[in-house]
């Protein structure tokens, strides 16, 4: 799967910034990129320091960039844009503290082009990663959230299998819109990913077989989609098991083009969303690669706590090839 977005990256040269540089994580990953020569990482950090962990851990950053905000020559040009960004809801001042810290520094060197994508958050939040975000980068036109998926794979007999799944990561109680933003960028993820969606909106009910506010706010989500995107093969709500089964879907929803063959999930809520995904990476036994976050101007992804030095590299083809 990585060769393929590999490729794209050598077609079209970019580089992406990393907001915790001093981390053996982060420098490890760093060392393999450049090794690659597909992909130039950007660190963020005190150079003396990120330098020596490097020298520490054995990783070979000679030759990369490295950019620490208390040194950084265009810091007050930055400050000026931070704050005609924040329209007035942060003074140049308080821009400029923010900007001391890694994540708003980093975010900032993606507007003003001097990265074209930021992969942080091996050692702070996931809000912390998205709040700068949608502050400086904000999100697409005619998006109005930022949502996520999970894409996951695995290889059976030979074949790769691969579904994706939207929002396990961001959204706690998604509304109607929201939803139908969920799933329009969940299958725009998936199709990055050389995939052919078949979206199902899922619920505990398939096709009025049960009631509630959730079964009705997967229904109507699936009519929006259906006329936002008409493109997409979408359909809900659906059960589980009848979007998935062949044999199920035969008998609850004959007629319907997705069910027993659905590929891309989404779920109603971040609860049965980050439940979902994780069923499928511990007992399913496939790879859970993500979040991916969806909807922003520009490429910006989120690290897990736990992330090891292989899916800091992963994530980091990920992030810049889905520019």
Do not use: W
């Not at 851990?57 to 844009?81: A, H, K, N, Q, R």
């Not at 969303?273 to 690669?289: D, H, M, P, S, V």
């Not at 897990?304 to 889905?322: D, H």
Request: net charge negative; aromatic share 4%; proline share 4%.
């Amino acid at each position: 799967m990585l060769e393929n977005l590999i490729e794209v990256l050598k077609n079209d040269h970019r580089k992406i910034v990393f907001t915790e540089g001093q981390d053996t994580r982060i420098l490890a990953a760093a060392d393999r990129l450049k090794k690659g020569g597909f992909l130039t990482p950007v660190l963020v950090g005190n150079a003396d320091k990120v330098k020596a962990a490097a020298s520490a851990g054995g990783f070979d950053i000679d030759g990369l960039i490295i950019l620490d905000p208390e040194t950084y020559p265009d810091m007050e040009e930055m400050v000026s844009l931070m704050a005609e960004l924040r329209n007035g809801k942060m003074t140049e001042e308080q821009c400029r503290d923010a900007l001391k810290k890694p994540n708003y520094f980093g975010t900032m060197l993606v507007k003003t082009g001097v990265a074209d994508a930021l992969l942080g958050g091996a050692t702070y939040s996931t809000a912390d990663t998205v709040r700068p975000a949608l502050q400086l980068i904000k999100t697409k036109p005619g998006n109005n959230i930022v949502s996520s998926s999970f894409i996951l794979a695995r290889t059976v007999d030979d074949k790769e299998e691969m579904l994706s799944m939207g929002d396990c990561a961001i959204n706690i109680d998604p509304d109607e819109d929201a939803i139908v933003e969920i799933a329009i960028e969940t299958a725009g993820t998936a199709r990055k990913f050389g995939m052919d969606p078949k979206i199902a909106l899922l619920s505990y009910s398939t096709k009025g077989s049960g009631k509630g506010d959730s079964v009705e706010k997967m229904r109507n989500a699936t009519e929006k989609v259906k006329s936002a995107a008409p493109d997409l093969a979408v359909d809900g709500e659906l059960q589980f098991d009848a979007a998935v089964s062949p044999v199920v879907a035969e008998t609850k929803c004959r007629e319907s083009r997705v069910a027993g063959q659905a590929n891309t999930f989404i779920f109603p809520d971040l609860n049965s969303g980050n439940i979902g995904y994780k069923i499928a990476q511990r007992l399913g036994g496939f790879e859970a690669i993500g979040p991916v976050l969806q909807g922003l101007n520009a490429p910006i992804n989120d690290l897990s706590r736990g992330c090891c030095a292989e899916e800091v590299y992963a994530m980091a083809i990920i992030t810049a090839a889905l520019k």
